[in-house]
């Protein structure tokens, strides 16, 4: 398929979605950002010509059939962002789980930036009396990632990352973590009763738990590792000769050799804790990503550039530097206005944009072309 239009930041290609996906490399994109048709009539009597039967009707077959196309070309670590009405997600995801696609979070975007709600005027036009469901003045966005795969059972990749992560920091912990427990079984306690002694002693007892748990191992202060010597000593099974809190070495260690080797397996674990993390699903909350509510202004219908359902720009650019690093690529398989396109730009990201009607490559293509954007969003988090 030839792009329909192709620059350094954004390429499009006019035609099925599933066609298109098939022109992208496989495991090369990061962030699957797209508002397929929700099956509903399009009612606005500025865009009528534009409500015609693309988006009409169960668009389930159309959706299996892009997540089959797109779950190859997604790196192991993407993320996804899918519009769609109230209600919609509620038996769709199992249709993303099924594909390779994990659900996460469902988020509610308040289509204002100041949490008013806009459509109250319709609301109280209403008949209430006429009403079965509760008015829509929200629209969903399902947010999830690529399941993870590999020896993990774990369908979801941040679980399995944290799984991996506790693995490995137990086994850098692990020369440390077995002194303690060997110096705690010379002595007729249990991590509980040291860690009830240590309250009564110093105030501090839960974090005694752990110098003798690998994942979650922290070595003692001195001061408090003074005060564990003497309540070990002070309950040592009968036979074993009491280490003297200023000879360590008789049975115990020197401190200052204790943190030696801990400031040296700690710093071999961050090494490798920073080479995974260029591996984990990106994730940098933007001011207005914080939380699962998303508030911001629709486009105004004065403002828009021919679509019915354009969606704004500072909300998909928000999305995008929360889920993907610079230079990263992003994907709109239902591109309708662009919108996606022009954000991936204007955050120093890169797209493939797909849209299959004519008028709107159209659009897209003027929008791109213009090289004046129409937001900042290159400062800030990522």
Known sequence: MTPYYQSKAVTVYKGDCRAGLREIAPASVALLLTDPPYGINVESDQFADAATDWDKGDQTELIDAMLAEARPKMKPNGAFYVFGHPGQFMNARAQYTRAGFMPLQELVWVKSADGRLPNQSRVN???????????????????????????????????AWHLREEKEHDAKMRPLVEYFKAELAKTTLTVADVCRLMKA??????????????????????????HLRAILNANLKPGVVACQTRDFAALGREYASLKAEYQGLK????????????????????????????????V??????????????????DLIKTSTRPGDLVCDCFAGSGATGIAAKVTGRRAVLIEQEESYC?????????????????????
Request: charged share 30%; glycine share 8%.
């Open 125 to 159: 036009k209403q008949h209430a009396e006429a009403l079965r469901t509760y008015f829509p003045e929200t629209e969903r966005i399902l947010f999830g990632e690529v399941m993870a795969t590999g020896r993990t059972e774990e369908k979801d990749a941040e679980r």
């Open 201 to 226: 002693r110093t105030g501090k007892g839960p974090i005694c738990g752990h110098y003798f748990s690998g994942h979650q191992f922290v070595l003692p202060t001195e001061e408090m590792y003074g």
């Open 267 to 298: 710093g071999e674990w961050q090494e490798l804790r920073d080479q995974w993390e260029a591996l984990r699903r990106p994730h940098f909350a933007q001011p207005r990503t914080k939380s699962d509510v998303l508030r911001y202004d629709v």
């Open 300 to 317: 105004p219908i004065a403002a828009r550039c021919g679509h019915p359902c354009e969606k704004p720009v500072d909300l998909l650019a």
């Open 362 to 382: 159209q659009m897209i293509r003027r929008r791109l072309e213009n090289d004046t954007p129409l937001f900042d969003f290159a400062e800030g988090n990522q």
